[in-house]
């Protein structure tokens, strides 16, 4: 293959993978009511992959969508030792976007109170929303985006399950622990993979985490490798892990709150949902976003393919 024609087989593949994340992005703001007329919507930007990905699809989004919205992003400088303080600024700056950048010495806190080797993560996730919260309502934002993606709603679902005997997952939109806003994850319907794909060609100024992303022993890295590994042997798998949470079946669970065991008769009618626990013939789940409301879906699609 001559070197031009390489060029033109990368170009064809980046420019799928353009059209790719901005129809999914666009599907989930659109199934899920994410961003109405008139947000002021507050992309929090960590400097790493993700944020940086969802930053830059919604500013291209904005430009083209018939929805009006605002952004603002916004960084949380945890005042961890060696952070460049000044990559963020520069390429915000670049991107033409209202940004913040808020001070806080949580890295100093969550040292001082965490013992050395034990996961950091949970005292930091609680640091961080509490000034993002507040953040927010300085700034009058009336979304909070975060870059969670469709790989981590999926580790999430297991972690809670394997850890937490619990079926709980990372939903795409919920109002925040004080209730006082509401956070988005556009980025739900998008597969990891792809976002590093992206941020390798936009060649965005990665900045590592210092403290829960040089944990290699956590639980949550631990799970990642391993639906890594299964979609490996088994192409699909995430997806159709992914397509489960948003197809649940309450009266084929065990939760008394969700289904009523416990008066619950035979009616004599046939029920052609019924006691089938799994069959294999079965046609297999749609995924959320082909159950979703066509319109909202087309008008924030817009002429983004």
Known sequence: ???????????????????RLHRQVGQAIGDFNMIEPGDKVMVCVSGGKDSYSLLDILISMRERSPVDFDLVAVNLDQKQPGFPED??????????????????DTYSIV?????????MCSLCSRLRRGILYRVASELGATKIALGHHRDDMVVTLLMNMFFGG????????????DGRHVVIRP?????????????????FPIIPCTLCGSQDNLQRVQVKKMIRDWERQYPGRI?????????????????????PFQTLQATGVADAGGDRAFDEDEESCASPAAAAGATQRVAWLGNAG
Do not use: C
Request: glycine fraction near 4%.
């Open 239 to 259: 997806d159709n892990m992914f397509n489960a949470m948003g197809h649940i079946v309450p009266s084929h669970m065990m939760d008394r709150n969700l289904y």
């Open 87 to 104: 990559v963020l600024p520069a390429y915000l700056k670049s991107r033409g976007v209202p940004f913040h950048i808020e001070e806080q």
């Open 187 to 203: 980025l739900a319907y998008v597969a990891e993979t792809d976002l590093e794909r992206w941020a390798e060609h936009r060649q």
């Open 111 to 119: 040292k001082r109170l965490v013992p050395e080797g034990k996961t």
């Open 1 to 19: 293959m001559t070197v031009v024609a390489e060029e033109r087989r990368q170009a064809h593949e980046i420019n799928k993978l353009s059209k």
């Open 166 to 177: 619990r079926i709980k997952g990372m939903p795409p939109k919920l109002a925040s622990d």
